[in-house]
């Protein structure tokens, strides 16, 4: 694969002194790559392209990453402004690199047991909980952006490109009808943009939608028949968790992931530890 | 768990009185005391008592010049060139509060908030951000800071928006709610609106299920439903006419309070009965008097008075007779067990209500009959099938 930011990423990793090994992921302005380094270890490295992107929202992405030091959060190892031979400034990022793959990888081979969907969301809200403590919210927690080291089985959040930092000033502006995020995965208040009401419970949506996904591939919110923009629809008018994902959770002893995804912040949980009793109970 | 003291004129002195003694807590009015009033107050009510005192710094309305509200230190001074959206001069007043609230030594101090012409998303957002640095200014001491949130009762016409207060109210670290309902219904009024009743209670089940306790002021007989709805605690001044916060009662208590006209409490119909209404009970329904806990210690007193020395005034013996049901029906309604109880009195005084009307029998104030009961009711068997 070559592209543009192909050309900067291997112009990036001689400056540094990186090899590239291989092509990870794309996003709408950014690419990210394998590399080796000089001491031999392999790293992610993200090229983002500043002419595209919003530059706050990378300075927030990299804070935020330098805030959190957890392993369940990717290590970001080096930041550094680059200005390409073609004249352009590009942001490149050093992470940790995650061999275990994507839960959405891993999804797609089969879906999880009630047991092992109970240990993913016990460390997801461990995730959630440290980007509480710096008062961070994700705001994009999904399969795609949930990885694994390839020695553990413990669920790495990664991508915070859309991270907000509630002690900032908001980026998205108010008349925006929608604020960002992936819709599937995005709680009623974010594809409202009701921006007075992002908190760390958003993130709790999002894990008990990703809860939901890879125990029953079904969102929450969807009743039979329904595609991805009903299912969308229906959360962001709160319609509330099907009757039919309700009674299944409750079967399955997961009760508690059905108050995570409940249509208002205020009928979640609002501290994680109760949460997280609730789930190992 | 209890029911607060809202102070007003005078109403030092009737802290800890016989048969006012099942009081929590008192909030502090500075509209009517100075700092140093203040101060002794509260010496005063620590020795007749372990009551929790908190300070309300009541900048509901900032332009207004209520009482001696303009001579407390933290009284804006720029008022009519101020930016009242402006975190940074909110801050400086926060800042002033917190000092304030540490001179007198109070146990918790409310966050200062405007009541809006209409909420909406910054208007919450002010709410919580003034609470965030109170609690900011407070870290160091014991002194507790409550979020201090203001709704007028006709904007929770809609439900999702008791979800959608609650929601914003408690995304920040607030361990405490204290509500103010303001209202344009009028003094000795009861609620009669259903919907908006109801909302209010679902605003209030909802935060105390996401375990923020409320606090909510200025309470009159509806408190009966908000404990059912889970409040923790309920407020209520002494002054029956005054009961109501709307932003005219500043203006009534700059001419002495008002509380003119002494009234009776009277559980079994859910109403404030005048002298002439006493009368008529007692002469064709004397069962439907002094019911449950409006036959209290004051209660007895006031009919004692009425049989032995009907010309006496009885003034100060119905705000007591109010206050002593107030407390004891607050602390009544504690638990799970407050909705069946409730309904159970709001059966019975829709029933008595009828009994009334089938016999012709008025009471001295054109409104006062009963009107409210069954759209409590209502409110009550709906918040029963809220899902939370």
Not at chain 2, 47 to 75: M, N, T
Not at chain 2, 210 to 236: F, N
Not at chain 2, 271 to 279: E, G, K, S, T, V
């Amino acid at each position: 694969m070559t592209s543009n930011l192909h050309s900067v990423a291997e112009e990036a990793c001689r400056t540094l002194g990186f090899k590239i090994i291989g092509f990870q992921a794309a996003g709408a302005f950014k690419e990210t790559y394998r590399a080796e380094t000089p001491e031999g270890q392999i790293v992610a490295l993200k090229v983002i392209d500043r002419s595209r992107a919003d530059f706050v929202r990378t300075e927030r992405e990299i804070a935020a990453l330098k805030r959190c030091t957890s392993t369940r959060i990717a290590r970001l190892l080096d930041y550094k402004a680059f200005r390409a031979n073609n004249g352009c400034e590009y942001d490149v990022c050093v992470e940790e690199f995650l061999g275990g793959g994507t839960l959405e990888d891993r999804l797609a081979e089969r879906l999880f047991t009630p047991f092992e969907v109970r240990s993913l969301l016990l460390e997801l809200v461990q995730a959630i909980a440290v980007l509480r403590e710096h008062r961070l919210v994700h705001r994009d927690i999904k399969p795609a952006n949930i990885m694994f080291r390839h020695d553990s089985e413990i669920p790495i959040l990664v991508d915070f490109g859309l991270v907000r930092d509630l002690s900032q000033h908001s980026l998205t502006m108010s008349w925006l009808p929608q604020g960002p995020g992936t819709p599937y995965f995005s709680s009623p208040e974010q594809l409202n943009n009701e921006k007075q009401s992002i908190d760390w419970r958003t993130d709790q949506f999002s894990v008990g939608v990703v809860g939901s996904i890879a125990l029953t591939a079904r969102h929450p919110y969807e009743a039979e028949g329904m595609t991805p923009p009903q299912v969308v629809a229906a959360t962001a008018s709160r319609k509330g968790p099907s009757g039919e994902f309700r009674k299944q959770m409750e079967m399955q002893g997961l009760a508690a992931l059905v108050k995570m995804v409940r249509p208002w912040p205020v009928q979640r949980f609002s501290v994680h530890q109760e949460l997280i009793t609730a789930l190992e109970d | 768990m209890g029911a607060y003291f809202q102070m007003g004129h005078g109403s030092e002195n009737l802290v800890g009185e016989r048969g006012l003694q099942t009081f929590e807590g008192i909030i502090l009015s500075p509209v009517n005391r100075t700092e140093l009033e203040l101060q002794n107050d509260i010496v005063n009510f620590r020795r007749k008592a372990e009551y929790d005192i908190v300070l309300d710094p009541q900048l509901y309305y900032p332009r207004s010049e209520a009482g001696r509200l303009p001579d407390q230190a933290y009284f804006p001074q720029d008022l009519d060139t101020a930016d009242l959206t402006s975190s940074r001069w909110w801050s400086d007043i926060v800042g002033k509060i917190a000092d304030y609230g540490k001179r007198i030594a109070v146990d918790a101090i409310c966050s200062p908030a405007v009541i809006p012409k209409k909420w909406n998303s910054d208007y919450l957002c002010h709410c919580v951000a003034n609470y965030e640095e109170l609690a900011e200014n407070l870290q160091s001491s014991s002194i507790r800071p409550i979020l201090t949130l203001g709704v007028h009762l006709d904007e929770l016409g809609d439900r999702n928006d008791a979800f959608r207060i609650a929601s914003a109210i408690t995304s920040g670290s607030q361990k405490a709610c204290y509500l103010v309902v303001e209202s344009n219904v009028e003094p000795r009024r009861e609620l009669t609106d259903s919907s908006s009743v109801l909302n209010l209670m679902v605003l209030i089940g909802a935060l105390e299920r996401a375990g923020c306790p409320v606090i909510l002021s200025h309470c009159s007989s509806e408190l009966v439903l908000m404990k059912a709805a889970g409040a923790t605690h309920c407020a209520t001044g002494k002054f029956f006419n005054l009961r109501r916060f709307t932003k005219s009662r500043f203006d009534e208590e700059k001419e002495g309070g008002g509380g003119a006209l002494p009234y009776w409490f009277e559980q079994s119909l859910m109403a404030f009965l005048r002298p002439a209404d006493i009368a008529r009970l007692q002469r064709d329904f004397p069962q439907f008097l002094a019911m449950g806990d409006s036959n209290n210690l004051w209660g007895q007193a006031i009919l004692t008075q009425f049989s032995s020395e009907p010309k006496i005034p009885w003034l100060g013996l119905s705000w007591r007779q109010y206050l002593a049901w107030f407390g004891l029906t607050e602390k009544k309604l504690q638990g799970k067990e407050a909705g069946t109880l409730v309904r159970k009195w709001l059966r019975e005084a829709g029933e008595r209500w009828e009994q009334l009307d089938d016999k012709d029998i008025f009471l001295d104030e054109s409104r006062n009959d009963g009107r409210w009961i069954r759209p409590w009711q209502q409110a009550l068997s709906d918040f029963g099938k809220v899902d939370f």
